[in-house]
């Protein structure tokens, strides 16, 4: 079981970046959590997108599933290439709002499944858990389980929600976490976590590995990695291309 960072910036790219994608490996095939600017791309040097076993969302903001209205094209012509899929793809995703999930399905191209905070479903062999987090737009972290590994992907989310997150993250082998703002700059922004504040959260989960994600690109990566480092010595950051196995 594997994981690679595709892209990391939030909630724009910096140049020569992508926004949130990340390729998760698993029991049956391929995962990619979040399609956001600059994703398809890289996701295409690593895989044939037409061999995903599924896609989820976390929410539907712009830099977490801008390039899905660009997946969709590949998949659609992928089948007039002679590389037809046997079933639609799985996709999924929050429930809310409504006119936002009423726009990802496309043609036949895509089987939607659109979830609700509390939901347990199987998604290619994993066991997933979704929850609420704490954003201005209906946003899902998620946990896979499978083999006796666990991670979780906190998408977008405030401190509001801490509380939620240290629960489904309690024990997990990884953690990838957001991490836009520094709480040394006094920042603060509806819906999003300082570094500090994702440390915090993965220390009292007690997970073995955190991967911070969703950085500003006007932010010196190693000054968000310091502030968490503070709390969380171990922490990590969520490299573009880096692969991390479970």
């Given at each position: 079981?594997?994981?690679?960072?595709?892209?990391?910036?939030?909630?724009?790219?910096?140049?020569?970046?992508?926004?949130?994608?990340?390729?998760?490996?698993?029991?049956?095939?391929?995962?990619?959590?979040?399609?956001?600017?600059?994703v398809?791309?890289?996701?295409?040097?690593?895989?044939?997108?037409?061999?995903?076993?599924?896609?989820?969302?976390?929410?539907?903001?712009?830099?977490?599933?801008?390039?899905?209205?660009v997946?969709?094209?590949?998949?659609?012509?992928?089948?007039?290439?002679?590389?037809?899929?046997?079933?639609?793809?799985?996709?999924?995703?929050?429930?809310?709002?409504?006119?936002?999930?009423?726009?990802?399905p496309?043609?036949?191209?895509?089987?939607?499944?659109f979830?609700?905070?509390?939901?347990?479903?199987?998604?290619?062999?994993?066991?997933?858990?979704?929850?609420?987090?704490?954003h201005?737009?209906?946003?899902?972290?998620?946990?896979?389980?499978?083999?006796g590994?666990?991670?979780?992907?906190?998408?977008?989310?405030?401190?509001?929600?801490?509380?939620?997150?240290?629960?489904?993250?309690?024990?997990?082998?990884?953690?990838?976490?957001?991490?836009?703002?520094?709480?040394?700059?006094?920042?603060?922004?509806?819906?999003?976590?300082?570094?500090?504040?994702?440390?915090?959260?993965?220390?009292?989960?007690?997970?073995?590995?955190?991967?911070?994600?969703?950085?500003?690109?006007?932010?010196?990566?190693?000054?968000?990695?310091?502030?968490?480092?503070?709390?969380?010595?171990?922490?990590?950051?969520?490299?573009?291309?880096?692969?991390?196995?479970?």
């Amino acid at each position: 079981m594997r994981l690679t960072i595709l892209g990391r910036d939030g909630p724009y790219p910096g140049p020569g970046g992508a926004c949130a994608g990340y390729l998760l490996e698993g029991p049956e095939g391929p995962v990619l959590l979040d399609c956001g600017p600059g994703v398809v791309a890289r996701l295409r040097q690593r895989v044939d997108p037409a061999g995903l076993a599924a896609v989820f969302y976390s929410h539907y903001h712009p830099d977490h599933s801008s390039d899905h209205f660009v997946l969709r094209y590949v998949l659609d012509i992928a089948r007039y290439l002679g590389r037809p899929r046997p079933q639609p793809m799985p996709l999924y995703g929050p429930a809310r709002p409504p006119e936002l999930a009423g726009r990802m399905p496309y043609k036949d191209v895509f089987a939607p499944h659109f979830l609700e905070s509390g939901d347990r479903i199987t998604v290619a062999g994993w066991a997933v858990e979704v929850r609420a987090t704490d954003h201005p737009l209906p946003c899902l972290a998620s946990a896979w389980s499978a083999g006796g590994r666990r991670l979780v992907y906190s998408g977008d989310t405030g401190p509001e929600a801490a509380a939620q997150l240290v629960e489904l993250a309690r024990g997990a082998d990884l953690l990838l976490i957001e991490a836009s703002l520094l709480a040394r700059r006094g920042d603060r922004a509806p819906g999003h976590l300082t570094a500090r504040q994702a440390a915090e959260i993965g220390q009292a989960a007690g997970v073995k590995r955190l991967l911070l994600t969703h950085l500003l690109p006007e932010y010196d990566p190693d000054e968000v990695l310091g502030e968490a480092r503070e709390v969380f010595p171990a922490a990590q950051l969520a490299e573009p291309g880096a692969v991390f196995d479970l």
